[in-house]
């Protein structure tokens, strides 16, 4: 069969002919691959600031945001048949007994860093015309979200990161309402993290680099979040506009943006921080503020990475509402759909909001 894969040492990004994987275990489940998405990670795969082949191969097939179609069931698998739309989780636990997280099922807080993640670290990604995977790292999706089930992985980072959010603010019982979010940043990561804080009932606003008009500040429009520039509003006049805001959520990457953020977090208020710097960037950061502004307003910042089983049951659910209150708009994040052996290509492209990677003859 035909998979995407970089090579190691080189980096270089090849469409190879591998062996086409079969069922070795009766709880497994094997799958044609339907989409894949390409992301920020699989452009620093590229650059080789992630990436890691699994022991004893010189390649890592790509790809880690998946929908596909299953072909075959093992003897014990329940609830899949032939024919059901599936989505697979990315992160597998590290074998080790004192880890608490991977051993209570929540591989996504590993605290060993010996976890494996398809298509990323260790174990090879979905970017291939089919795949086999335990059906305990499989989620069903409805039919209805086969245009748009592949944005679940990216959703699952806000789902966790709003999970979150609960946790910590259960320490203000007489906040009534969520109140307003910032989120940073207008790629697909951010619209999604929008799209998910206003079905929670935050008043979303969208800060990001691009001024308008631009396709990324027509999508947030579209769903009822006003889309700022900051080449246009500066951070203090952002906060002048906006006042206090009670979540931001950060979908950059971009260190500077992210801190000088803070200055827009009100009282008792959560920054999440969700990207990984791609890029070097000055930061001159003012140690004594920025802890006095943690301390003295009681706010939490927090990083979170991957996501968990109930994650992605809530994204999935999730898309199925945001499909109904915001029609066509889930659609319109994906920008445009390539063959495989345009990878390489769609990893470096400039524009757009999500492109995918389509293993059908027609996309659908």
């Given at each position: 069969m035909k998979a995407v894969a970089i090579m190691f040492p080189s980096r270089e990004v090849r469409v190879l002919d591998v062996p086409e994987p079969k069922l070795?275990?009766?709880?497994?489940v094997k799958v044609r691959t339907l989409e894949v998405g390409v992301c920020g990670t699989d452009?620093?795969?590229?650059?080789?600031?992630?990436?890691?082949?699994?022991?004893?191969?010189?390649?890592?097939?790509?790809?880690?945001?998946c929908l596909g179609e299953v072909m075959e069931v093992g003897a014990h698998v329940q609830g899949l048949k032939p024919g059901d739309l599936v989505v697979p989780r990315v992160r597998r636990p590290c074998p080790h007994a004192h880890c608490p997280a991977c051993r209570h099922g929540h591989p996504d807080f590993c605290v060993t860093g010996d976890y494996t993640e398809r298509g990323i670290k260790g174990a090879h990604g979905f970017c291939s015309e089919h795949?086999?995977?335990?059906?305990?790292?499989?989620?069903?999706?409805?039919?209805?979200?086969?245009?748009?089930?592949?944005?679940?992985?990216?959703?699952?980072?806000?789902e966790k990161g709003l999970r979150e959010v609960a946790h910590i603010q259960s320490r203000l019982p007489w906040k009534l309402s969520p109140g307003k979010a910032?989120?940073?940043?207008?790629?697909?990561?951010?619209?999604?993290?929008?799209?998910?804080?206003?079905?929670a009932g935050f008043d979303v606003t969208v800060?990001?680099?691009?001024?308008?008009?631009?396709?990324?500040?027509?999508?947030?429009?579209?769903?009822?979040?006003?889309?700022?520039?900051?080449?246009?509003?500066?951070?203090?006049?952002?906060?002048?506009?906006?006042?206090?805001?009670?979540?931001?959520?950060?979908?950059?990457?971009?260190?500077?943006?992210?801190?000088?953020?803070?200055?827009?977090l009100g009282e008792n208020?959560?920054?999440?921080?969700?990207?990984?710097?791609?890029?070097?960037?000055?930061?001159?950061?003012?140690?004594?503020?920025?802890?006095?502004?943690?301390?003295?307003?009681?706010?939490?910042?927090?990083?979170?990475?991957?996501?968990?089983?109930?994650?992605?049951?809530?994204?999935?659910?999730?898309?199925?509402?945001?499909?109904?209150?915001?029609?066509?708009?889930?659609?319109?994040?994906?920008?445009?759909r390539h063959p495989p052996s345009e990878f390489a290509k769609v990893v470096e492209a400039k524009g757009g909001i999500k492109h995918v990677i389509s293993f059908q003859e027609h996309a659908r």
């Amino acid at each position: 069969m035909k998979a995407v894969a970089i090579m190691f040492p080189s980096r270089e990004v090849r469409v190879l002919d591998v062996p086409e994987p079969k069922l070795h275990s009766p709880t497994q489940v094997k799958v044609r691959t339907l989409e894949v998405g390409v992301c920020g990670t699989d452009q620093d795969i590229l650059k080789g600031h992630h990436g890691e082949a699994p022991r004893g191969e010189d390649h890592l097939i790509l790809g880690h945001e998946c929908l596909g179609e299953v072909m075959e069931v093992g003897a014990h698998v329940q609830g899949l048949k032939p024919g059901d739309l599936v989505v697979p989780r990315v992160r597998r636990p590290c074998p080790h007994a004192h880890c608490p997280a991977c051993r209570h099922g929540h591989p996504d807080f590993c605290v060993t860093g010996d976890y494996t993640e398809r298509g990323i670290k260790g174990a090879h990604g979905f970017c291939s015309e089919h795949f086999v995977e335990d059906a305990a790292y499989l989620h069903k999706a409805e039919d209805s979200l086969r245009g748009v089930a592949v944005l679940t992985e990216p959703l699952t980072i806000a789902e966790k990161g709003l999970r979150e959010v609960a946790h910590i603010q259960s320490r203000l019982p007489w906040k009534l309402s969520p109140g307003k979010a910032l989120v940073l940043g207008a790629g697909p990561v951010a619209q999604l993290g929008a799209m998910a804080l206003m079905r929670a009932g935050f008043d979303v606003t969208v800060y990001s680099r691009s001024p308008k008009p631009n396709e990324k500040a027509a999508a947030a429009e579209a769903m009822g979040a006003p889309y700022i520039s900051s080449k246009e509003v500066t951070v203090e006049a952002l906060k002048k506009q906006l006042g206090g805001v009670d979540v931001i959520y950060e979908a950059t990457g971009a260190s500077k943006v992210a801190f000088d953020s803070l200055q827009v977090l009100g009282e008792n208020g959560v920054l999440i921080f969700t990207g990984v710097p791609g890029r070097e960037e000055p930061l001159e950061l003012q140690g004594d503020q920025v802890m006095g502004q943690l301390v003295l307003g009681n706010r939490v910042m927090f990083g979170t990475v991957n996501a968990s089983d109930g994650d992605f049951r809530e994204a999935l659910e999730d898309l199925a509402r945001f499909r109904a209150k915001w029609p066509g708009r889930l659609e319109a994040l994906i920008t445009q759909r390539h063959p495989p052996s345009e990878f390489a290509k769609v990893v470096e492209a400039k524009g757009g909001i999500k492109h995918v990677i389509s293993f059908q003859e027609h996309a659908r």
